[in-house]
């Protein structure tokens, strides 16, 4: 029996259309397309201050003004005042294409990731919406974040052997429930797996971050490059360490040793080479965040842009 003709057009003209769709989303992220960093630009609205995970590298500080990482950010904003910073960014820098919520704790530990989403689908439509998150609650939270439009996401996933893990978390919370050791480990690495798997086949634009820690997971990333790449990953994100909390006595990784564990794992998934770890309130393109000049500054930014 020969397949109805009419059905096998519509499946076909659906999925061109997602393949167009996935393309477009790709072309206009500055962190997913090496291209677009210099023509787009992204808006992190930090909306999220609660963690429900304690990396041992991680100092969140809500109020370092001079300083660039993640983690940090001016002020928390609640999802109304996200919403009125957007529309004044996107009014003087129509170039902004994503609008991401990244801390500076983690989103899917704080409601009002997800009211900001809502309030920005709602009025900006077009604009492609991006999440980082430690992947901890992922597979709970992920289909409120689709219903709410988000198209690419990003997960730290630091390693993928619960033995190494325990060396990088110093506790979870989960459930209501402080977990530590390898307990806490099994249960990141469970819910991160699953959590990415669900959202590469629901064809989410999915990008791992990895923190390079010498001593730690340095001879252990390639195993995650070769297991991302098994679950349809897009693109990975390998970050040098930033020596601070439990980790500040470790030294950060040099330059080249980061190009070497980037060419390691290129041949099994695409690797971002352009990240700058930005603040949790950065916006503009990579490299020229607006949160961080002048007024004089920003506009020249605009006139030039």
Same mark, same amino acid.
């Given at each position: ?27 206009e992220h500055p ?44 002020? *928390? $904003?609640? &999802? ?7 529309? +004044?960014?996107? @009014? ?5 294409? =994503? ?85 806490a480990a099994m ?23 990895? *923190? $390079?820690? &010498? ?7 390639? +195993?995650?490059? @070769? ?5 349809? =990953? ?72």
């Amino acid at each position: 029996m020969l397949p109805d003709e009419k059905n096998i057009k519509e499946y076909c003209t659906e999925s061109d259309t997602k393949d167009s769709e996935f393309k477009r989303i790709i072309a206009e992220h500055p962190c997913y397309d090496k291209n677009a960093q210099h023509k787009f630009g992204r808006i992190h609205l930090p909306v999220a201050p609660a963690c429900n995970v304690q990396c041992n590298f991680c100092v969140r500080e809500f109020d370092c003004v001079n300083e660039s990482r993640p983690g940090v950010t001016s002020k *928390v $904003l609640t &999802p109304q005042e996200a919403l009125e910073k957007t529309r +004044d960014v996107i @009014k003087e820098h129509p170039f902004i294409k =994503v609008i991401g919520i990244a801390g500076p704790g983690d989103p899917l530990a704080n409601d009002e990731t997800f009211e900001t989403f809502k309030l920005i689908g709602d009025e900006f439509p077009d604009l492609t919406l991006c999440m980082s998150t430690n992947g901890l609650y992922l597979p709970q939270k992920l289909p409120e974040l689709i219903r709410l439009g988000l198209s690419t996401l990003t997960v730290t996933v630091n390693a993928v052997d619960p033995k190494i893990m325990e060396k990088i978390y110093s506790h979870i919370i989960y459930d209501g429930k402080v977990h530590k050791g390898i307990e806490a480990a099994m249960i990141m690495h469970k819910n991160q797996m699953e959590g990415i798997k669900a959202a590469v086949d629901a064809g989410l634009a999915v990008k791992i971050n990895t *923190v $390079l820690i &010498p001593t730690i997971n340095d001879d252990h990333i390639i +195993d995650i490059a @070769k297991q991302i790449k098994e679950m349809g =990953v897009y693109i990975m994100n390998v970050m040098p360490l930033i020596s601070q909390g439990a980790f500040a006595h470790l030294t950060p990784p040099t330059a080249h040793e980061r190009s070497a564990i980037q060419k390691e794992c290129e041949p099994y998934v695409t690797q971002m080479k352009h990240c700058r770890q930005c603040r949790a309130d950065a916006y503009g393109l990579i490299g020229e965040d607006l949160s961080q000049v002048s007024d004089k500054r920003r506009k020249l930014i605009q006139i030039k842009t």
